[in-house]
Each structure stands twice: as C-alpha cells, then as structure tokens.
C-alpha cells in the first residue's frame, strides 16, 4: 500500500483532457511540493511537473499540476496516443523517524 | 548533455552482495542531492534512499525496507555515485535507477540497471 493514493487507471479519447489525482496527509502531500513522472513503456520515467505546478523545459503545457490542502491534481490536455503511460506523484513524507521519499502507486493512462 | 549511467546489475543469489554504479555526467555532480529509486517487476517506483551533497555532508538517508542492507556512497571527484547492497533478498529483485535531486524532485533519470536475486 503506497502512502500516496492514485487511481489504478484512467482513460479518454485522443484530444480530451484527463485527470490524474494524488491523495496524501499533512506529512506528505499538505506540507511539501509534489513533482509528477511519466514512464512510456519500457523506459525510464521522466520528471514532468515538480514544485506542484512548474513543468520542465521540454515538457509542453498540455501538462500541468496543482495542489490544494493534502491533494494534487495532474491534468492533460489534448491527449494524444503517445501520452500512453505510468504517470507517477511524489512528495517528501516526515511521518517517520526522519523524511523518506514516497511515490504513489501510479495510474495507466489509456488513450481510447 | 546531462547523463546518468547506472551499471553492476546482475544475478545473485539470496544473502549475496552486488555493487551499483551510477556515473553522471554533463551537470556539476558535488553540488546534488543523488537518489536510488527501484522498480520491482510489473511493480510502481519505491525510493531506496539518498546521498545528500559535499555542502550537507554527505549524510545518507535509506527506506525502511532496505535500512542495514544497503549503504549508499559517492566520490566525487569521479562523479559517481554507488549503492552497495548485502544480505539480498528475492524481493528485492528490481531494476534500479539513479537520480539526481533538484527542485524538490528526481529531475534526471538514468536507464537503470536490472538486479535479479534468485536461486
């Protein structure tokens, strides 16, 4: 069980718009930036979205994130077939004797 | 161009040791936090742990699961980073990628390197 909540799956029609959620608590997601990856299949993953809602040179702006309280949110835009992937959040968590990292058990998108 | 490039993945059996390396390349490695992330097969990401940079001292950080089994190191002046792992288990059988850490994320991937512990 992943201390980030994702939903297993996701899936919409080639230039819709789809919503990736990512659920914590005050010690992960409430109190620390959230960053977002994307692994293509058979590759390694790539950093999308970090400090909840900056995108990386390179990453168009179909992509983006927020946050709100202990949630965030990864929303695509104008899907495309190539969008097919793990998509993946990720916080710092201070629940324990000292700051882990944690990822959420990631959602596959499928485009229709 | 910044680069990541992890090697020393194999197969080993139960209780056995291997030796991870990451070597970075194109970036100003003294300066970063470097992280090790695992994929189990047909599995989501777990973070292993991390080495914090030369300003902080160094200082290491490791998941519950692999604390006392794995120790991460890195030198420097070989931009290198390294994940010494011992007393394997079959569970942690995965592939394993380096990172290196900045704003508040894993921002440069390597392509990972593939440890099979198995009898």
């Known amino acids: 069980q992943s201390v980030l909540t994702q939903p297993p799956s996701v899936s919409a029609a080639p230039g819709q718009k789809v919503t990736i959620s990512c659920s914590g608590s005050s010690s992960n997601i409430g109190n620390n930036y959230v960053s977002w990856y994307q692994q293509l299949p058979g590759t390694a993953p790539r950093l999308l979205i970090y400090e909840n809602n900056k995108r990386p040179s390179g990453i168009p702006d179909r992509f983006s994130g927020s946050k709100s309280g202990s949630s965030a949110t990864l929303g695509i835009t104008g899907l495309q077939t190539g969008d097919e992937a793990d998509y993946y959040c990720g916080t710092w968590d201070s629940s324990l004797s000292a700051a882990d990292w944690v990822f959420g058990g990631g959602t596959k998108l499928t485009v229709l | 161009e910044v680069q990541l490039v992890e090697s020393g993945g194999g197969l080993v059996q139960p209780g056995g040791s291997l030796r991870l390396s990451c070597a970075a390349s194109?970036?100003?490695?003294?300066?970063?936090?470097m992280h090790w992330v695992r994929q189990a097969p047909g599995k989501g990401l777990e973070w292993v742990g991390r080495?914090?940079?030369?300003?902080?001292?160094?200082?290491?950080d490791y998941a519950a699961s692999v604390k006392g089994r794995f120790t991460i190191s890195r030198d420097d002046s070989k931009n290198s980073l390294y994940l010494q792992m011992n007393s394997l288990k079959t569970e942690d059988t995965a592939v394993y990628y380096c990172?290196?850490?900045?704003?508040?994320?894993?921002?440069?991937w390597g392509q990972g390197t593939t440890v099979t512990v198995s009898s």
């Open positions: 990172t290196r850490g900045a704003f508040h994320a894993m921002d440069v």
């Open positions: 194109g970036f100003t490695f003294s300066d970063h936090y």
């Open positions: 080495s914090r940079n030369k300003a902080n001292s160094y200082t290491t």
